[in-house]
């Protein structure tokens, strides 16, 4: 069992950055499997970024690639995103979920555990 807890989102102008936090407690957490999802309103919960249990392979959808950095510090039993470059349609309720299982990172179904969700505004 984990819980996840999100914080880092808010406003900011396009353009700006913004770097979110998911805090973890629970058992082994180095050993889950971390990733990031958006849903905006209106819209479906989709794939942002994944990080593997010990930070050997990242994943990113291509309307981040370039632009988000995911990374984890084990010792702080925290993932991050690093978001750069923001713009307005980045903007949704950004969510941290964890997996023990491997592969299919890009799918909700692969996520056991999931935070409540910080959101993130993009001003134009």
């Known amino acids: 069992q984990v819980q996840l807890v999100e914080s880092g989102g808010g406003l900011v102008q396009a353009g700006g950055s913004l770097r979110l936090s998911c805090a973890a407690s629970g058992r082994t957490f180095s050993s889950y499997n971390m990733g990031w999802f958006r849903q905006a309103p209106g819209k479906e919960r989709e794939f942002v970024a994944a990080i593997t249990w010990n930070g050997d392979r990242t994943y990113y959808a291509d309307s981040v690639k370039g632009r988000c950095t995911i990374s984890r510090d084990n010792a702080k039993n925290t993932v991050y995103l690093q978001m750069n470059r923001l713009k307005p349609e980045d903007t949704a309720v950004y969510y941290c979920?964890?997996?023990?299982?491997?592969?299919?990172?890009?799918?909700?179904?692969?996520?056991?555990?999931w935070g409540q969700g910080t959101q993130v505004t993009v001003s134009p």
């Open positions: 979920a964890a997996t023990s299982i491997s592969g299919a990172y890009y799918s909700r179904a692969s996520y056991n555990y």
